[in-house]
């Protein structure tokens, strides 16, 4: 389904020096499967995701979709092809509400549905229709309207960034599982998952791991997992003064 074969990204440091963030990555998603990304922070995740979406653009290598080579496309053209991003840190648009929002990701969506889709990432629908998707919103909020259009978007990929990121501990687990209950097992559509989640990387058909900017480790859960379990186990408990915040299934 989609490619990445050789693909190279370089920016404009402040300094005016030129750094290449993400070397040589190939990568293939296939249809139907569920793909977890995960490593450090600043690995390089976030602008594999960029550069598939279209709005890094890449120096070296070729993106396939289908078969079609989509480097020169724009991210909208990419996203009429069946592409969709929900951003780690979603802009915001001032002067447009969440109901505009939604019917651009799928227009004529009708009132019902969207209001399914609010609820899905637990926002009541009365309260946020009409809300304006500016900096009126909270960090969490924004996250999970972002994953809500997304989500209506139906796109046949669909790669969401780190969806877990700013959402309280009550709702991480019931967002993560409305895209895995989407996603898992669906022959239609195909799904990546920027994510650290213990609770999501192990149930993923394959496991991802990017470091320096390079694929590190790529296979199934019962491959990787025990690679990064610990790593994740120990940052958990960082985290939580020595008391895992969730059981590991
Ligand atoms: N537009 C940019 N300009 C300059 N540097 C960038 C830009 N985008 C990314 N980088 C750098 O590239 C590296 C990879 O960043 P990226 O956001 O892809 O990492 P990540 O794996 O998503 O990290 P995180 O887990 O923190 O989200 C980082 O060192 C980052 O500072
Ligand atoms: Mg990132």
């Known amino acids: 389904m989609l490619i990445m074969e050789n693909v190279t990204m370089a920016v404009d440091g402040d300094d005016g ?11 293939e998603f296939q249809p139907g499967r569920l793909y977890a990304v995960t490593g450090p922070n600043g690995g390089g995740k976030t602008s594999i995701a960029k550069v598939i979406m279209g709005i890094y653009k890449h120096s070296r290598g070729r993106i396939l979709f ?12 990419r996203a009429k092809k069946g592409i969709a991003y929900a951003f780690q ?3 915001r648009f001032k002067g447009l509400t969440v109901t505009d929002l939604l019917g651009i990701a799928k227009p004529g969506m009708d009132n019902l549905a969207m209001r399914k889709y609010l609820r899905d990432v637990g926002l009541c629908p009365e309260d946020y229709m009409e809300r304006d998707v500016g900096p009126g919103l909270s960090g969490g909020e924004m996250k999970r309207i972002e994953i809500a259009q997304v989500l209506a978007r139906e796109a046949r990929l669909s790669i969401f960034d780190e969806p877990e990121a700013g959402v309280d501990l009550w709702t991480i687990q019931k967002l993560l599982g409305i895209i895995i209950q989407r996603f898992k097992n669906n022959d239609h559509a195909t ?3 920027i994510t650290h989640n213990e609770n999501v ?3 993923c058909d394959e496991i991802i791991v990017v470091e320096d900017g390079l694929i590190k480790e790529r296979g199934t859960p019962a491959e990787i997992w025990p690679l990064i379990k610990d790593d994740i186990e120990c940052k958990m408990k960082e985290q939580c003064r020595g008391e895992m915040l969730y059981e590991i299934e």
């Open 17 to 27: 020096e030129n750094r290449e963030i993400i070397h040589d990555i190939n990568l």
């Open 66 to 77: 289908d078969g079609e080579d989509v480097s020169e496309l724009s991210v909208s053209e």
């Open 89 to 91: 840190q979603p802009p």
């Open 191 to 193: 799904a990546v998952i």
């Open 201 to 203: 990387l192990p149930i």
